[in-house]
């Protein structure tokens, strides 16, 4: 397109243009460089159905069949690498993760909804809405990489596309009090204490058995208890999902129709509604 003669390509990247080794990252990486005290940012889905289309429809019109079979996984593993490029050329670059397939934010009511957990939004516990996100971008308040799951350092042992690379998300520490919507767990583990009901002062406690006990894919296991009369015992179970691989016919299959760790299970199970209430008299 006659584009290497322009301002776009400078330097050694004009020639890299000439010589069709030019990529938008470097163009984009350039513009950094340039403008050191400016924040750059994005805003990703991390299956973006959009994106993925469009990839797998150029690898086919160039014949590059392989490419054209992209994965989500291998689709959200390709934009990480080029993050973590973007991340290391500015320390003033940030991505803002959404999980899910939507194409394209701001031109629509999804700015208003979104959040990490999805572009339908829902309680990222500790992380800004992508609308508080964006605000603080306009700000200059400044802002980091936000993600929805948990910090790996290696990918291929993840379950899907349910991490975040840790060259990008900083892991945090586990807070001592984890908020989740009306209730608030506070934390016990059978290791330090026998965790009895005296123990608990009568809050609502996540007790971790510790030992060899784990959540499916990442974490530790905890149950949850609701300190009540100590002559009565209910046990509920939650009702759940499940997720296995199959290798049949069609090759290696996930069914990935469950939580990936223990704060998205207690955000889906409605904790504090219904019989674990106890504030409903009913």
Known sequence: WNACGTPLFAGDLRAECEAGEATIQKVFMQTMDKFPDVTFASIQSKTDGSQIWFYQGIAKSWGMMDDAALTEKEFYELTNSIYEEFQEASKSF???????WQHCFTPNSKVYSASTMGADGGAAEGKPSLLQWVTS????????????????????????VDFCASELIAEEAP????????VDFAHCSLSDSKCSLKDLGGKPTLVYPGGKTGCATWGDYAFAVYPGDSDKLAIYFEGGGACWESNGA??????DQCNKDLEAAIRESNAGSGI?????AR
């Open 94 to 100: 940030a991505v803002y993760y959404v999980d899910g």
């Open 276 to 280: 674990l209430d106890t504030s409903d």
């Open 137 to 160: 971008l306009l700000d200059q308040a400044g802002v980091e990489s936000e993600c929805n799951g948990p910090v790996v350092d290696d990918s291929t042992s993840a379950n899907g």
């Open 175 to 182: 807070p001592a009090l984890l908020s989740q919507g009306a």
């Open 250 to 255: 069609l090759g290696q299959v996930p069914v």
